[in-house]
């Protein structure tokens, strides 16, 4: 991932209804959730949400697939480590960093 990529995703995510959104596609995983399961869960009209998922698509953070009649939106798991590696490519300075070993790392 490089800058610019980096700084669509975080501007995507930087808005409370995208990051619900993208968390609860997160959650819902491979099956994916259609825009009215995904209003219906987050209690926004379907338009508001359609804005929201436009977005995020536009970022690479979500996909869309056509099933039938359907639209199904999927968290695109790829793009966000990508995200994350991006934004931790450089902690412990360099060094391997093992999370899971207390004070292994003093920036993580």
Do not use: W
Not at 17 to 29: D, I, K
Not at 32 to 57: C, D, I, M
Not at 73 to 96: V, W
């Amino acid at each position: 991932m490089n800058e610019d990529h980096a700084v669509a995703a975080l501007g995507a995510l930087a808005h409370p209804q995208r990051l619900r959104t993208f968390r609860a596609l997160v959650v819902a995983g491979l099956p994916g959730l259609t825009p009215s399961v995904l209003a219906e869960q987050l209690g926004v009209a379907r338009n508001a949400l359609s804005f929201h998922l436009k977005a995020l698509a536009h970022a690479g953070l979500v996909t869309v697939e056509q099933q039938g009649r359907n639209l199904i939106y999927r968290a695109d798991y790829s793009r966000m480590n990508g995200l994350l590696g991006y934004l931790t490519e450089h902690c412990c300075q360099g060094e391997p960093c093992d999370v899971n070993v207390p004070g292994a790392c003093a920036t993580c």
